[in-house]
């Protein structure tokens, strides 16, 4: 990583479809500084390289933990799994936003968010509305550097059942010779692909607001 950064990476998110790809890509290198996830329930994965906070994700602003200078965060929920608008929100944008004022505390410079396709807070579509809301929360919340990662619909084994994402999945499949050109914007991405164009983008020089779109992420992390 850029600098020879020796402080541990944040991550929130860790037990998520990205979230978990992404520990495991953050620690393939055997040399690297480790991962400090922090999470609402203990994973078990704490280990010499992963250390586990466990913390109320409503209220993380008095939480300590070490300085890092790279937070990821891949955390969400789904409208059905809150259970309301404002549940998701909550989720979504508020511990979004926490997760962030706990990384400037703990010394981050650099913030890499996976927020979504079509993310703009002045959408009149609400999904679409809450993930620009949350890319504006951490944009404002100073750091020096922030991507944010617009994957389209994800690919990946989950634990729990949700069927119209994979109606979505086999349908954009019987398609994808059409997902080639203009349409690779939305051409579905595999959690992978989205962990591995996060630690690229990470590797390198990250300053000011990147956006990294679908079509990016899956040439980033290919
Ligand atoms: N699904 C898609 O096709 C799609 C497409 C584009 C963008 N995205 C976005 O990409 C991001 C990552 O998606 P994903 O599918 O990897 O997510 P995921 O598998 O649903 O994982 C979400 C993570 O957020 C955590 N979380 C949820 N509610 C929480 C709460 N109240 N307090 C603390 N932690 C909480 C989960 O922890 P637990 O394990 O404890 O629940 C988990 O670690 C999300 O922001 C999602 O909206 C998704």
Same mark, same amino acid.
């Given at each position: 990583m850029e600098n020879q950064d020796l402080t541990p990476f944040l991550v929130a998110g860790a037990s998520g479809l990205v979230g978990r790809a992404l520990v495991r890509r953050l620690l393939d290198d055997e040399a690297g500084p480790g991962v400090v996830a922090v999470v609402r #329930?203990? *994973? !078990?994965? !704490?280990s010499g390289r992963v250390k586990e906070v466990v913390a109320d994700f409503g209220r993380l602003d008095g939480l300590a933990v070490p300085r890092a200078r790279t937070a990821f965060c891949a955390l969400g929920t789904t409208i059905a799994k809150a259970g309301s608008e404002a549940a998701f929100r909550a989720v979504d944008v508020e511990a979004v936003a926490a997760f962030a004022r706990l990384a400037r505390r703990a010394g981050a410079t650099r913030f890499l968010l996976v927020s979504a396709l079509? +993310?703009?807070? #002045?959408?009149?579509v609400f999904y679409n509305r809450t993930k620009g809301e949350a890319e504006e929360a951490v944009k404002s919340a100073g750091f020096d550097g922030v991507a944010l990662f617009r994957p389209s619909l994800l690919v990946g084994e989950r634990s729990e059942s949700r069927p119209a994402e994979r109606v979505a999945i086999v349908a954009s499949g019987l398609v994808s010779w059409a997902? +080639? !050109?203009? *349409?690779s914007r939305w051409k579905p991405v595999p959690a992978e692909v989205v962990a591995a164009a996060m630690a690229a983008v990470a590797e390198g020089i990250l300053t000011g607001v990147r956006i990294v779109e679908n079509d990016e992420i899956h040439r980033l992390g290919a």
């Open positions: #329930r203990p *994973l !078990g994965i !704490g079509g +993310a703009d807070p #002045r959408s009149k997902m +080639a !050109g203009p *349409l």
